[in-house]
């Protein structure tokens, strides 16, 4: 059941936002100062800035064969697998006590990098769910299946996962959410452009290669039949538009009346299987499940088979032989246009971080994290909360008993820095010479360890990102901001650089997480993670009507030419891309650099503090990878997180001197001003 160097990480030791003006200046002046090199003067910073720092940068940079792109965010986490690695190599070649973080980290990574092992066990592993699907006879017997697959981490009829009530969210409840589909959203089965049927083709050849592989006859007609059972279910899909909508998303039922109105499904007989004791559950999106109900019976049993077995299999790829894993890079690289696959060591940092990360955390905490970090940090989060709470009394569109409950909101965040306070743990056995056992096992001891959760209070020391990974995020249904050790790094912050450096880079992070409990839709939820409304009707109106400006401002921008951004979708991150840059300069402007006119490096602290936003967008991604991105992803590519932005944002204006007839100028009074 169910976004470098170790010194850097203790870079926040020395930083902390001022609330009062000081006369003394605290910012560097020396050849230390972070340099901003590339910058490209025949762009004009008004035209666009973010070409105007990183078009130099962007010309030369090479995105390596095995990668998708280069660059900051995202992709810093390239550098951090390279430090995982080192603490995996190293516990590997060691033995340790049995059952010891050190033993099952060690001996996972290295049954994972036995590929002869691997290789030689070909079809092996999965003869046993092969067999399975084999005998199924019935209905009742190919859902019976399916809950033995869902423990074993195979959503692909029936997706569900442990979540708070949004209604009380005190209670974790049991949600299923729409699934069924191959390829990453409803949209690719549809469309017709001549980049999305060349994707249809490859998964189509991808399941081709799979029933190929398992010795199937027939296979490019097997897989036209799991194709066409797809589509008809990817229709009943809701986009991922219609999904922000959090109420249109919330449908709580009993299990008698799901078990009456889908009689195909055998809800009640399902969630036994699953060892989830209930009485009611929420069911996210009803059309898909009224849709599968009915393909039940329409499809032919047998059709069901092919399409259970293409999906375990898929589930399965990358953790048997050579040729399954090929196949599945073969199709993933349309996608995606990475080149080739990455090493095997590469692939199982991956995996290790993915299926046992806190254990990895650990140790990675252990040897590159400095423990005085989590309060310095902590600090710096602290006061920008305050600069927000500025922010929401200087509102004049919002109403003074609406702005009492936003603030109740916002300081009642809980904020998690650098790692958990409680460590998850991982209760499973690990064998050095079974790669397959292992996996499977960790997935399923994440099935077990979601269930103890069911008909509880939420575990409110649980992340759901492991410390060593490069980004933030806020969850509303527990009202929390989480920034992970990984991102307390540069470009992001920089204890040698001056605060305009570290206030553009990570108090802009900062910033844009906070926010994120007033977006689209963390303004649907209450301080308590509740969906609720604590807001009066002419404010939520105003509100929605600024947040409409967004969308429409950022549907308008385009990538690779003519591809538009889909603004319903990214309006949440846009807000907080927005407003987090606002937060952000506010913070800055109470320290003592952010008070004086010094120039380094010959700008201006203002300059300064704007050239760091831009540099921390610093990306570079294959083609193919961007187009699926703006497809599905609810962030703006890295150009429109720093263009879009500063065109709301005066004091950029005055820094720069942008001007009328500058590309990127709007007159003060199309600014947008959320938060």
């Given at each position: 059941m169910?976004?470098?160097c170790?010194?850097?990480?203790f870079?926040w ?5 001022k609330?009062e ?7 560097q ?11 490209s003067?025949?762009?004009k ?6 070409n105007?720092?990183n078009k ?7 995105i390596?064969e ?7 965010y995202?992709?810093?986490n390239?550098?951090?697998?390279e ?7 190293e516990?590997?070649q060691?033995e340790?006590?049995?059952g010891?973080i ?5 001996d996972?990574y290295?049954s994972?990098m036995?590929?002869?092992s691997i290789?030689s066990r070909?079809?092996t592993?999965?003869q046993p ?14 859902t019976d299946?399916?809950a033995?697959q869902i423990?074993?981490?195979d959503y692909?009829m029936v997706?569900p996962y442990?979540s708070p009530?949004?209604?009380?969210s005190?209670?974790?409840i049991?949600?299923v959410?729409?699934s069924?589909?191959g390829?990453?959203?409803?949209d690719y ?11 249809q083709e490859a998964?189509?050849t ?5 029933f190929?592989?398992?010795g199937d006859?027939?296979?490019?007609a ?5 194709f066409?059972?797809?589509?008809q279910?990817?229709?009943s899909?809701?986009t991922?538009?219609e ?8 449908h ?6 799901l078990d009456?109105k889908h009689?195909?499904?055998g809800?009640?007989?399902?969630f036994t299987n ?9 069911v996210s999106?009803?059309?898909y ?5 009915k393909?039940l019976?329409?499809?032919p049993?047998a059709?069901w ?13 990358n953790?048997l032989s ?5 196949a599945a890079?073969?199709y993933?690289?349309?996608?995606s246009?990475?080149?080739?696959q ?13 299926q046992i ?6 140790l990675?905490?252990?040897?590159y994290f400095k423990?005085d970090?989590k ?18 009394d ?5 109403s003074?008993?609406t702005k009492?409950?936003a603030k ?8 998690k820095?650098?790692y958990p306070d ?5 209760d499973?056995?690990?064998?050095r010479d079974?790669?397959?056992e ?6 399923q001891d ?6 103890k959760?069911?008909n ?6 649980e ?5 060593s ?5 806020y969850?509303?249904?527990?009202n929390?901001i ?5 991102i307390l ?8 650089a001056d605060?305009?450096?570290?206030y553009?880079?990570i108090?802009?992070?900062i910033?844009?997480?906070f926010?994120?409990?007033?977006d689209?839709?963390?303004a ?10 604590w807001?009066t009707?002419?404010d939520y109106t105003?509100?929605?009507?600024r947040?409409q ?5 950022y549907?308008?921008?385009t990538?690779?030419?003519s ?10 991150e846009?807000?907080?891309?927005n407003?987090g840059?606002?937060i ?5 402007k109470?320290t003592?650099q952010?008070q ?9 602290p203002?300059?300064?503090?704007f050239?760091?936003?831009a540099n921390?967008?610093?990306v ?7 187009r ?11 150009i429109?997180r720093?263009?879009?932005p ?10 720069f001197?942008v001007?009328?007839?500058?590309r990127?100028f ?6 947008i001003?959320?938060w």
């Open positions: 169910k976004t470098l170790y010194i850097s990480l870079f030791i020395c930083i902390s936002c609330n003006t000081s006369n003394k200046k605290d910012f002046t020396d050849n230390k100062a972070v340099v901003f090199d590339g910058i003067d025949s762009i910073p008004g035209d666009d800035f973010f105007h720092v130099k940068w962007f010309d030369k940079a090479v390596a095995d990668q998708v792109g280069v660059g900051s995202r992709f810093l390239i550098p951090q697998q430090l995982l690695k080192n603490v995996l190599q516990v590997s060691r340790h006590p049995k010891s050190e033993q099952k980290v060690g996972f290295a994972g036995d590929t002869l290789d070909g079809i592993p999965i769910i092969l067999d399975q699907i084999e005998a199924i006879k019935d209905i009742s017997g190919m299946f399916v033995i423990k074993s981490g692909s997706a442990v009530d949004q209604e009380n005190s209670l974790n049991l949600h959410a729409q069924g589909l390829m990453p959203d409803r089965y549809f469309q017709e452009d001549a980049s999305v049927k060349a994707i998964y189509k991808y399941l081709t290669s799979l190929k592989l398992v006859r027939d296979a490019e097997q897989a036209a039949i799991v066409e059972i797809e589509k279910l990817a229709q899909h809701k991922r538009i999904r922000r909508v959090i109420k249109e998303n919330y709580k039922m009993s299990v008698s009346e009456q009689p195909n499904l809800w009640k007989a399902l699953l060892g989830a004791e209930i009485d009611s559950l929420d999106q009803p059309n499940y009224d849709t599968l109900n393909l019976t329409k499809v049993l059709h088979k092919l399409y259970l077995k293409a999906h375990s299999v898929d589930s399965h790829a953790i050579t040729p399954f894993r090929d890079f073969e993933s690289k349309v996608l246009g990475q080149a080739q990455q090493s095997r060591a590469k692939q199982m940092v991956r995996r290790v971080d993915d990360g806190f254990a990895l955390g650990q990675y905490v252990k040897r423990e970090a309060k310095r940090a902590l600090d710096l989060v602290n006061n920008f909360q305050k600069v927000l709470e500025k922010r929401i200087d509102l004049d569109w919002m003074d008993s009492l409950k109740d909101k916002l300081y009642a965040i809980n904020k820095i650098g409680v460590w998850k743990t991982y499973v056995a690990i064998d079974k790669f397959f292992n996996a499977v096992a960790l997935q994440e099935y077990q360890y979601e269930l959760l069911l509880k209070a939420p575990n409110r020391d992340w759901h990102t492991t410390p990974t490069v980004t933030a995020y969850n509303p249904a527990l929390e989480v920034f992970p050790a990984g790094q540069p470009p992001y912050f920089d204890l040698y605060d305009a450096v570290n553009g880079g108090g802009m992070v910033g844009h997480e926010t994120h409990a007033f689209d839709q963390g649907q939820y209450d301080k308590n993670g509740n969906v609720a409304n807001w009707e002419d105003q509100f929605k009507a947040t400006k967004i969308i429409d401002q549907s308008d921008f990538v690779l030419d591809i538009h951004l889909k603004g319903a979708l990214t309006v949440g846009n807000t907080a891309d407003a840059i606002a952000a300069y506010d913070a800055f109470l003592a952010g004086d006119s010094t120039k380094i490096g010959g700008y201006t203002d300059q300064r503090f050239l760091s936003l921390i967008w610093r570079k991604m294959r083609e193919e990878f961007l699926n991105y703006v497809m599905t992803d609810p962030h703006s590519p890295p429109w720093v263009n879009g500063l065109m709301n944002f005066t004091p950029f204006y005055n820094a001197n001007e009328p007839g500058d990127n709007k007159p003060a009074e199309e600014r001003k959320i």
